[in-house]
C-alpha cells in the first residue's frame, strides 16, 4: 500500500487540504486527513510529493491517436469544408500500419506526460487498441464507422458482423451526423455500449439536412449523399436511427444552442470539448456560459493532431481558462477527471473503491489558478507517481 501526500489534493470534485490518499495498485482504499492516515495506516509507504496538488490522473475523453502522422499538414482557420477536403486528400491513399502505430505510441507518451492516464481514443484501424490495454487499460476506443451510400453501409456492416471485436474496451460508433448512412447508424448504435459522436462541429450540420449549405454542397458534389435524408433536423435524424441514447458523448458542439445541450442533459450524456482542435479549424467555440448554465455533464478532449499542434493536456485546460475566464479552475479540473470518467462509464477519481493514477503538478501560491497560468519557460511541472 502507498499513502500519497501532497500540499493538495484534487479529488476529481474538490481541492481538499491536509489529506492523503492510500491506495492498492490503481484503487483507492481511503482518502482523509492526513495525520489521522498515518495513524491509521502505519504500514503505508508514504509518497511525498509537497509544492505540489496531487490529481487522480486527467481523463481525455476525444482524442484521435492514430492520426499523429498528420501533425502541421492540414490547414488552419481556413474553415471546416477546407479542413475537412485536406483531410480527406491526405487518407485516400493507405498509411503503413508502421507509421501509424508510431503515431499511437507518441502520443500516448505526449499525454501521460501532461498528467492523462484514460482516453477515449477515435479509431477507424483499431490499432491502438492493444497498445492502450498495456499503456492505458481504463480507455475506450471508439471503433468508427462511415459512409452516406448504401450499398457502402452494407459492405461495413457485414464486415463488422465477421470482425471479432474486444467488447469491454471496443465500442462501435459512427463518425458524425452528416457521414453516415441511417441504416448504418441504426446499426452501430445498436451494437454499441457506448457511442461518441462528432456533433455540431460545423455550421453546415444545421443546414444538412435542408439540403443546402457549403458541407452539403461539397459532399453532394463528390457523389458521396443518397436521397435517404428525409429528416427535419439533426435530432430528429438521430431519433429515427436509434441513436438518440442515453450517455452518449456529444463532441464539439461548437454550433449548439441551449436546448441542444438540455436534450444532452436529459439523455444523461456528455458535451465533450476540445477548444484547440476548433480554434485550429474555424476559429468558433462553443457557447460554454449556455452548456454551463445547462447544468450537462462536460468532458475535455484534445482531438488529434491533424487539428491540434500538441496532445498537453494541461495546454488544453489553460486554453479553456484563457478563452472563458468565467470559469473557475475547480470546474475546469472537475471536467477533466470526473466529467471525462462519467462519460466514458469509469469509476475513476480519488473516492474510495475507485480507482487513479496519482499524478502531481506543482504550483507556486493559488494551487488550481496557478496550474492554470502559463509561468513563461517554466509552466507547473507534472510528476508522475
Not at 496538488?53 to 482524442?63: C, E, I, K, M, R
Not at 480527406?88 to 501509424?100: Q, T
Not at 448504418?184 to 444538412?208: N, Q, V
Request: net charge neutral.
Amino acid at each position: 500500500m502507498r499513502l500519497y501526500l501532497s500540499n493538495y489534493v484534487f479529488t476529481g470534485d474538490e481541492l481538499l487540504k491536509d489529506t492523503a490518499v492510500l491506495m492498492k495498485g490503481d484503487v483507492v482504499l481511503d482518502v482523509g486527513r492526513f495525520k489521522q492516515m498515518r495513524k491509521s495506516y502505519p504500514e503505508a509507504k508514504n509518497v511525498e510529493f509537497f509544492g505540489s496538488v496531487l490529481f487522480p490522473g486527467f481523463v481525455n475523453a476525444h482524442t484521435h491517436l492514430e492520426l499523429g502522422y498528420l501533425k502541421g499538414k492540414l490547414p488552419k482557420k481556413r474553415g471546416f469544408v477546407e479542413w475537412l477536403k485536406a483531410m480527406m486528400y491526405l487518407k485516400k491513399d493507405e498509411v503503413d500500419s508502421g507509421i501509424i502505430i508510431n503515431s499511437i505510441e507518441n502520443g500516448i507518451e505526449e499525454l501521460k506526460k501532461s498528467g492523462v492516464f484514460v482516453v477515449g481514443d477515435i479509431s477507424n484501424t483499431l490499432l491502438s487498441v492493444d497498445i492502450l490495454k498495456k499503456k492505458m487499460p481504463e480507455s475506450v476506443v471508439f471503433y468508427e464507422n462511415y459512409s452516406l451510400k448504401e450499398e457502402k453501409a452494407c459492405e461495413i456492416e457485414d464486415k463488422l458482423d465477421s470482425l471479432k471485436i474486444d467488447n469491454e474496451m471496443v465500442s462501435l460508433t459512427p463518425h458524425s451526423i452528416y457521414s453516415s448512412h441511417p441504416c448504418l447508424m441504426e446499426y452501430l448504435c445498436s451494437k454499441s455500449f457506448l457511442t461518441s459522436i462528432h456533433f455540431l462541429e460545423s455550421r453546415g450540420e444545421l443546414d444538412f439536412f435542408h439540403r443546402r449549405g457549403e458541407l452539403f454542397d461539397f459532399l453532394n458534389g463528390l457523389d458521396l449523399i443518397d436521397d435517404n435524408l428525409d429528416f427535419k433536423n439533426h435530432w430528429d435524424f438521430l431519433e429515427k436511427c436509434g441513436c438518440k441514447r442515453k450517455g452518449t458523448v456529444f463532441v464539439h458542439c461548437v454550433y449548439g444552442k441551449k436546448s441542444d445541450f438540455e436534450k444532452i442533459r436529459e439523455l444523461d450524456g456528455t458535451v465533450c470539448l476540445c477548444l484547440k482542435s476548433n480554434d485550429y479549424i474555424t476559429g468558433e467555440f462553443p457557447s460554454l456560459y449556455s452548456i454551463y448554465e445547462s447544468g450537462v455533464n462536460v468532458a475535455i478532449g484534445t482531438d488529434s493532431l491533424s487539428s491540434n499542434d500538441d496532445l498537453n493536456f494541461l495546454n488544453e485546460l489553460r486554453f479553456i481558462k484563457n478563452k472563458f475566464p468565467f470559469l473557475d479552475a475547480n470546474t475546469i479540473f472537475r471536467w477533466a477527471t470526473i466529467g471525462g470518467a462519467k462519460a466514458l462509464k469509469l469509476k475513476w477519481g480519488f473516492f474510495k473503491g475507485y480507482k487513479a493514477h496519482p499524478v502531481f503538478v506543482s504550483f507556486s501560491s493559488n494551487p488550481l489558478e496557478d496550474i492554470l497560468k502559463e509561468k513563461g519557460e517554466k509552466p507547473p511541472k507534472v510528476i508522475i507517481s
